[in-house]
Every structure is written in C-alpha cells, then in structure tokens.
C-alpha cells in the first residue's frame, strides 16, 4: 500500500500555507470478509459494543457495557478515577478480550479474532494516543510519525514525506529532526496524533492523552486531536476528566463501577488526582 497522504485539517496557527491538500487513500481493510453481524445489519455504526463484561480475578472491571459510535463521531468517556474507562478502552481497541460481549467494528465481530489478527488489525486500523511515553527516545519527531506507515508497508521515501505534511498540518513544522526530549509535552503529544492519524485508522483511542499537561496546553492537544480525527474522517474514543473535553465530542458517557451511568451523576472532574495536585499536597505536607 502506499504512505497515506493527509487531507487539509482545520490550520492550526501559523501553518495554513502549508496544509497537505491531496485526496484521502482508501482505508484498508484486514478484516477477514464475513457477514455484517445481523445486529447491526441496518445502520451499522463505525465501532460498536454489546454486554461487554471484562473481570480482574475478583474485580468486575466492566459489568455489561454497551457502546455506538457511528462513522467519523467522537466519544467522550468520563467516571472516576477505577470506574473502567480505560478497561472498556482496551477491550474496544482489541487489546483485552471481553469474558463475554461482543465488540463489532463496521459490523464484523473482532473479539473473537486470534491475537494475530487482533494485532494487524490494530496496526492498521485503530490508532492510538496515550497520556505519556509512547514516542520512541531514540526516534525524531519524524521517524515516530513515519513508522506506523512503514509497519504497514509504505517505502521509507513514502511515509516520511507523508509524516512531513502530518507534522506541518498540526502545526510541528520545524520539530522533524527533534527526538521526543527535545519536544515540550504539548509538541509530543501532537507528534504522537500525527503518528495516529498516519496510517488512516478507522477510530483512534485515546486514554486520558493530556493528562500529564498543564489544562491550558491539554486543551490545544484536545482540540487538535477532536478536530483533525473528525477532518480525516475517523471515529475517536477518548477518556478524559475534563468536561469541557467532553463538550468538543459529539457524545459523551459516563462510567461508574463499570457499568455506563446517566451523564452528569458522576463527579464531572473524576476522583482521581488532576495534573499538579498530587505535587502540590507533596510541596504542601513536606515538613519546614
Ligand atoms: N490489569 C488489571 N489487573 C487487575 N485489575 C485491574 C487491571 N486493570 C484494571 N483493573 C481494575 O479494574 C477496575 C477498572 O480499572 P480501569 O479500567 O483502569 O479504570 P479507570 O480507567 O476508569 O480508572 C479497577 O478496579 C482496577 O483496579
Ligand atoms: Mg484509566
């Protein structure tokens, strides 16, 4: 297959004389070609999930989850801090198995899928953004971003020119040679939805992806990361503990005790420590 070529995103500031314009390359498919699940048979939504269930020895991480995300649409999934957010992340992502339950994407069942498949399925389809520490150290800003392409099966040539044009159209032009610790946290954060974007996935995760940025910079990577999945026409799973976070995303649920809960009824900012608060209580309690 060939590198994938961006399609021209909202500009971020400064580079809109530099946005990629040409024409989006097919999705791949790896799926193996069975029928559309017949529960989704009529509209059938981009990634879907039914009775999800998913146990850590005693604990009930997820309790009967149920999930639509249509095509291109984002998600936000909030709960406090052990409500199973990332639990019910992973299983849609392919990377646990449901004890029980179904997870669907374009129709087809993926949870019975063999490790393999799972793994080039993810490879190919999903991609990923994680709060931290995903970047390669040894890599610069544009091997990381280049990589996944080539892992797919693009030249080197191709994938880094496309990498190129991802970069530039989120606003890292200048940043290609830099590797992860020469970039603030904010430019790896975006390096690291440019590397997901690159391969054109079909949804993209995100588990908490501005977590370890101060609420300012968490915003930019957010809008940035909402608004360039909408423009390339993925689907976007993101957990976050910030409901104006939420509010971007075209919808949004609510976890506790891993079931989902009517929006609202849970601590809107989650129970779990936000950025800076746990150094502060540290800087506080250190005994003078
Ligand atoms: N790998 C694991 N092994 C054992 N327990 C786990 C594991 N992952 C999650 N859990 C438990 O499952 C529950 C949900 O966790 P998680 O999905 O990480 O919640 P959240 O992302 O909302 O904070 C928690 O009680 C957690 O301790
Ligand atoms: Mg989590």
């Not at 500031?13 to 097919?26: H, K, M, N, V």
């Not at 791949?28 to 699940?37: D, H, I, M, S």
């Not at 999930?49 to 095509?71: H, Y």
């Not at 390669?136 to 990589?147: C, I, Q, Y």
Request: aromatic content about 4%.
């Amino acid at each position: 297959m060939t590198a994938a070529t961006p399609p021209p995103l909202s500009p971020p500031p400064g580079s809109a004389d530099r946005l990629p314009t040409a024409a989006p390359a097919p999705a791949p498919t790896t799926l193996p070609a069975g029928p559309v699940t017949s529960a989704w048979a009529g509209d059938v939504p981009r990634l879907a999930a039914r009775g999800l269930i998913k146990r850590f020895g005693e604990t009930t991480a997820l309790a009967g989850v149920e999930v639509e995300i249509p095509d291109g649409a984002s998600l936000a999934v909030m709960g406090p801090s052990g409500s199973g957010k990332s639990t019910l992340l992973h299983c849609l992502a392919g990377i646990y198995q449901p004890d029980a339950g179904v997870v669907a994407l374009r129709g087809r069942e993926v949870q019975g899928l063999s490790e393999k498949e799972r793994s080039l399925l993810r490879r190919s389809q999903y991609g990923f953004v994680f709060q931290f520490g995903q970047l390669l150290s040894e890599l610069t800003a544009l091997e990381n971003v280049a990589l996944p392409a080539m892992l797919t099966g693009a030249s080197r040539v191709e994938a880094e020119t496309a990498a190129q044009q991802w970069l530039a159209a989120l606003g890292l032009a200048g940043t290609e040679g830099r590797r992860p610790g020469e970039l603030s946290g904010g430019q790896a954060q975006r390096v690291a939805v440019a590397r997901a974007l690159t391969t054109r996935p079909d949804v993209v995760f995100a588990d908490e992806p501005t977590g370890s940025l101060d609420r300012s910079t968490g915003h930019d990577v957010m809008r940035v990361l909402v608004e360039s999945t909408r423009a390339v026409g993925a689907s976007l799973v993101v957990v976050t503990h910030d409901a104006q976070v939420a509010a971007w995303c075209d919808a949004r649920i609510d976890m506790l005790d891993g079931r989902v809960v009517p929006a609202g009824t849970t601590t809107g900012g989650g129970v779990g420590p936000r950025t800076g608060e746990l150094e502060a209580i540290r800087a506080a309690a250190v005994p003078r």
